[in-house]
């Protein structure tokens, strides 16, 4: 019986390690991923190896850098040197240039400033200015004009005082026209009619603008016109426009020339300037009726 018991416990005792044994079994399976996931680290250790190779490779390529590094540093510096160079000397040109041509440029400047004042009107003209500046005096103006194919002479004989301009314009067949102007009104007078006719004045002008402005003298000599010895002084006016004064051997006015460049000819005139006025010109006759528009 003794024995059959201690059978029977071995028994129990064998059937317990056995199902012990069993239910130890799924722990072992369960292990398994354990060693499938213990062999992936080994799979992912490659990347970490890969790593510690680029992290190797990485000091190897910083020496290359720094090279680079120092030659692009030190290349700059050549040249740095080169343009600075070249800044100074062509500094020390340009300012040698500038500093001697305003010079120069001053000095023509103002000896042309001093030369000007004396050159502005010649001897010969300035007389005639000095009357036109003082607003009393005459200007006589003949010059030919082609009517139907015909030149004929046409003088313009204009008196001034001031503000107040007679004009007496003759035509070569006799026929004669005369106007007056004064205090913003321009009077015809018809010596045959013996009429003043009154408007408002438009500011027509009759009388040949010779100039503009002021004149300054260009040049000066002596030269045959229409067979005669002349003096002459050429002169430009504050326009730019070209004109020349001929004198006789009396230093009396006679003769201007300019371009026309209307007709593109070339324009001779007779001129002359008196201080001499008629007294009463710049009245209406005695015996005329006054006609207003």
């Known amino acids: 019986m003794k024995k059959f018991a201690i059978f029977a416990l071995a028994a129990v005792l064998i059937a317990a390690t056995l199902t012990s044994c069993l239910t130890k079994l799924p722990l072992n399976e369960s292990s398994a991923p354990e060693t499938e996931s213990s062999a992936q680290p080994t ?73 000007e004042p004396a050159a502005k009107i010649g001897e010969l003209t300035a007389p005639y200015i000095s009357r036109i500046d003082s607003g009393k005096y005459s200007i006589r103006i003949s010059e030919t004009r082609t009517v139907g194919g015909e030149a004929l002479p046409y003088t313009v004989t204009a ?27 321009l009077i015809t007078l018809d010596e045959f009619l013996k009429t003043a006719l009154v408007m408002d004045d438009d500011g027509e002008v009759f009388e040949k603008k010779l100039w503009t402005g ?32 001929f004198y006789n051997l009396n230093g009396e006015l006679e003769r201007y020339r300019s371009y026309d460049s209307s007709v593109k000819d070339t324009i001779v ?9 008629s007294g009463g010109v710049f009245d209406i006759p005695s015996g005329y009726t006054v006609v207003e528009e």
Do not use: M
């Not at 000397?89 to 500038?98: C, K, V, Y």
């Open 214 to 245: 002021d004149i300054r003298l260009t040049g000066s000599g002596t030269e045959q016109l229409f067979d005669t010895d002349y003096s002459y002084e050429k002169y430009v006016d504050s326009k730019g426009f070209e004109f020349t004064l």
């Open 159 to 185: 008196y001034h005082k001031n503000k107040a301009i007679y004009y007496e314009i003759e035509e070569s067949y006799g026929s004669k026209v005369t106007y007056l102007r004064k205090g913003g009104k």
């Open 269 to 277: 005139i007779s001129v002359s300037i008196s201080s001499d006025i």
């Open 43 to 115: 799979e992912s250790s490659a990347p970490e190896s890969e790593a510690e190779e680029s992290s190797v490779a990485a000091p190897e390529s910083a020496p290359e850098s720094e090279e680079e590094s120092v030659d692009e540093s030190s290349a700059p510096e050549a040249p740095s040197e080169e343009p600075g160079e070249s800044s100074e000397e062509i500094s020390d040109e340009e300012s040698s240039e500038i500093s001697e041509e305003p010079s120069e440029a001053s000095d023509e400047e103002s000896s042309e400033e001093s030369s």
